[in-house]
Structure formats: structure tokens, C-alpha cells
């Protein structure tokens, strides 16, 4: 067994293909192939199952994997050591919520010119976060829930070995901007919004949680979709469109002029994960505490 061939079956577990894998690592296929058979062969059994649907793992692969993670995380700081240099790591698996990115901008605001980085943040889906963290791919996951899931979330979690910490429980609220035509008006009721355009993200979550979807009755023939948190909030900003989010912090409401109404008492659970194996780093932790921070001032 040698590091190259366990940086070689986590890229295929990364990519879920061999070909794609092949394609990053700039190999040849069947060599990559072979790589990973003669792994399997020495391990006894099977890392991957493979189909025309494509690859996954095995039952005893994640186990592999999940080592083999570990085991290059602590051969790069070997390596690191040895070169007498310290590279300051965070990656981060978060979300599009902007408090949890705005910590992320303070957190390499902090660490600019404090030697060789790698920093990095992804927008994952819960389940992708999870994967990862279970990997050692990042370092830190944050997600967004409803209370209501928050046992299941928890389970899933101590499956994979994980930690979850409650950091926020955030108000959800209807979101409109300056050139909205309620926007200044001194009473508004949840069905004046018939008539206007919802925007939600692509997948549609907000309108997958019941309780919202009964709350706003949207009209679904008047839905736009987006990717990302900036292109959502420039449409609200700068149209007649709506949508729901997470409360903001107040400097995030007055760059984009948001009014904000409030939902009852529908909340979100901001959750933190961790691995329980491995204590967070020093970059981690100061993140998760700029989070924090991000979150009081709601």
C-alpha cells in the first residue's frame, strides 16, 4: 500500500469516476485502474463497487477511505515539518447563508500575510459536507436545519463519526427590496405576495419545508431560480420579486435596503460539524468563534 494509491481511490470516491478521476490525476485510465486493483487485491476485498451506474464504495471501502483520509492529512504534516514550514489550513464546507460567509472573509482577512494558506470555502449540501468532513476533505461543516430535523441531522452525523454543535437558532423572514411596490407600506399581509415573483435557490428549498409553503402560498407559476446567494439578492434588491431567507445581520439588510417580515415563529438551526476523532484546528476554531459572532449580532 503506498500514499499515491490512497490519493488515488479518494479521487475517484471524490469524482465517482474512474475516468474523471484518471482525467484530474493525469493518468491513464487503465493504469489507474490497475493502481486500485492491486490495492484490492492487497486489502482483501473490494474498495469499490463497480456497475454501469457508475462506482461507489463498499461498506469496508468507507472504512479504507476514511483512514486513508486521515493518513494523508497527517503524511502532509509530516511533509511540513520536515520542510520546516507550517501551512495554515482551514476548508470549509458552508453554506450560502451570508453571516456563515462573511466569517470566512474575516477569517482570511485575519490570517493574510501569516505565511504559507490553504484556505478554502465550498458550498455543500448537507449530505456532500458530511461525506468530506467524513474523509478529511475539510475541516469543518456548517448547515442550516429545521428544528424538526435536527434529530435525523444527528444521527447521520454519529453514523459518520461525527460531532454536531448548535451555533445559532436564526428567525426566517419574507425579504423584499426598495423598488418593491409593498415596501413602503404600513401593514402587509403574507397574501398581497400572490401576485409578485418568488425567487428560491435551484432545488427549490424553501418551498420544499411545508410549513413555509403553506405560510406564503406561492404562486408556482411565478418562481425564479437561482445558484447563488449575490444573484438572489441583487433580483430582490433591484425588483419587484421576493423571497425567504434567514435574517441578516443589519449592515447585510442596508447594503441591499431589505425590509424584512417577519414569519412567526419559524426558526433555523445553524449546526457546526466537526470529526470527534480530531480536535478542530486553531484556524477552525477562530472561525467557528467569528461565526459566533456573526450570529449575536442578529
Do not use: W
Amino acid at each position: 500500500m503506498t500514499i499515491q494509491q490512497l490519493q488515488y481511490i479518494l479521487e475517484v470516491h471524490r469524482t465517482g469516476s474512474i475516468s474523471k478521476a484518471a482525467n484530474n490525476l493525469y493518468l491513464a485510465q487503465p493504469n489507474l485502474s490497475n493502481a486500485i486493483r492491486s490495492l484490492e487485491q492487497e486489502l482483501g476485498f473490494p474498495v469499490f463497487i463497480r456497475s454501469n451506474k457508475g462506482i461507489r464504495p463498499t461498506e469496508q471501502g468507507l472504512l479504507v477511505l476514511e483512514e486513508a483520509g486521515q493518513m494523508l492529512e497527517s503524511y502532509e504534516r509530516m511533509l511540513r515539518t520536515v520542510e520546516q514550514t507550517r501551512a495554515v489550513r482551514c476548508r470549509i464546507g458552508g453554506t450560502s447563508y451570508a453571516p456563515v460567509c462573511e466569517a470566512y472573509i474575516q477569517l482570511c482577512t485575519e490570517y493574510e500575510g501569516q505565511g504559507q494558506l490553504d484556505f478554502s470555502y465550498t458550498t455543500l449540501p448537507f449530505s456532500d459536507a458530511l461525506e468530506k468532513l467524513y474523509l478529511s476533505m475539510i475541516d469543518v461543516a456548517i448547515t442550516i436545519a429545521r428544528p424538526a430535523s435536527h434529530s435525523e441531522v444527528l444521527k447521520m452525523a454519529e453514523s459518520r463519526g461525527i460531532a454536531v454543535e448548535q451555533i445559532g437558532l436564526v428567525p426566517v423572514v419574507l425579504r423584499i427590496g426598495p423598488k418593491h411596490p409593498l415596501y413602503s407600506e404600513p401593514e402587509i399581509r403574507l397574501s398581497d405576495f400572490r401576485s409578485y415573483t418568488f425567487v428560491d435557490y435551484t432545488g427549490n428549498p424553501f418551498l420544499q419545508d411545508e410549513e413555509l409553503r403553506t405560510l406564503l402560498q406561492v404562486n408556482m407559476d411565478r418562481i425564479v431560480r437561482v445558484d447563488d446567494r449575490a444573484s438572489k439578492s441583487r433580483l430582490v434588491a433591484n425588483s419587484q420579486m421576493y423571497s425567504v431567507g434567514c435574517k441578516l445581520p443589519p449592515r447585510l439588510n442596508q447594503r441591499y435596503g431589505f425590509r424584512n417580515i417577519p414569519l412567526g415563529d419559524i426558526h433555523f438551526l445553524i449546526l457546526a460539524l466537526t470529526r470527534k476523532k480530531q480536535k478542530p484546528s486553531p484556524e477552525a476554531q477562530r472561525y467557528l468563534e467569528l461565526l459566533r459572532d456573526e450570529l449575536a449580532n442578529l
